[in-house]
């Protein structure tokens, strides 16, 4: 799949760069557009109300022709959502997210909860500084031992099974809101995790 960038306001500790991915479609939200040029990427399209962006940036957009899709401040969709809609074919697309960090714990949630409700939302990932989330039902990851991680469940989840860590489970029925799942350890070099029905957030 071809991979989208969408960049966020708030703050930005994650480098993207390090993934050495090639972009098909950049989308800077509002001030994200900071993020963007501070990776030398140029944006296929600015989206938002531009309430957050600093009047430096604004100009360099306009300076470089970058194409600008502005809302008004009132209206029914954050600026996030609306950089989502710009998605060309989603379902085709391998979509990450940076920025986001910090700020007011309602925009952070706005975010998480935005994602993890899209019909495409196996496809995100949410690059949060130094951490990953990924939102899923059913996958596998190659990762180093002695790693970290956390499901949240976003639903409840029905035989969710884990392998290959430190605390595995076996056909487990979790609720939504339950902690059984949080703090886990990987134990070898390919970690599964899947459910017969439900989804999920996982941090690593």
Request: with cysteine.
């Amino acid at each position: 799949m071809k991979n989208v960038l969408i960049s966020i306001g708030g703050n930005c500790n994650s480098n993207i760069s390090n993934h050495n991915l090639d972009f098909e479609q950049i989308i800077a939200v509002d001030s994200g557009i900071k993020h963007i040029f501070n990776l030398s990427l140029e944006p296929s399209i600015l989206v938002g109300d531009m309430d957050s962006i600093s009047e430096e940036d604004y100009q360099k957009v306009i300076e470089t022709n970058i194409n600008i899709e502005r809302y008004q401040e009132n209206k029914n969709y954050t600026d996030f959502e609306l950089g989502l809609n710009k998605i060309q074919n989603p379902h085709d697309k391998s979509i990450f997210i940076i920025g986001g960090e910090g700020g007011d714990i309602d925009h952070m949630l706005s975010v998480f909860f935005i994602i993890s409700n899209k019909e495409f939302y196996q496809n995100i990932t949410w690059i949060y500084g130094k951490q990953s989330i990924l939102f899923k039902n059913n996958f596998s990851l190659e990762v180093d031992a002695n790693i970290n991680f956390s499901l949240i469940p976003l639903t409840d989840l029905k035989s969710l099974y884990i392998k290959g860590a430190k605390w595995e489970l076996k056909n487990e029925n979790v609720e939504t809101g339950h902690s059984l799942t949080l703090r886990n350890q990987t134990k070898g070099k390919l970690l599964q995790i899947h459910c017969e029905e439900g989804r999920f957030a996982f941090i690593y």
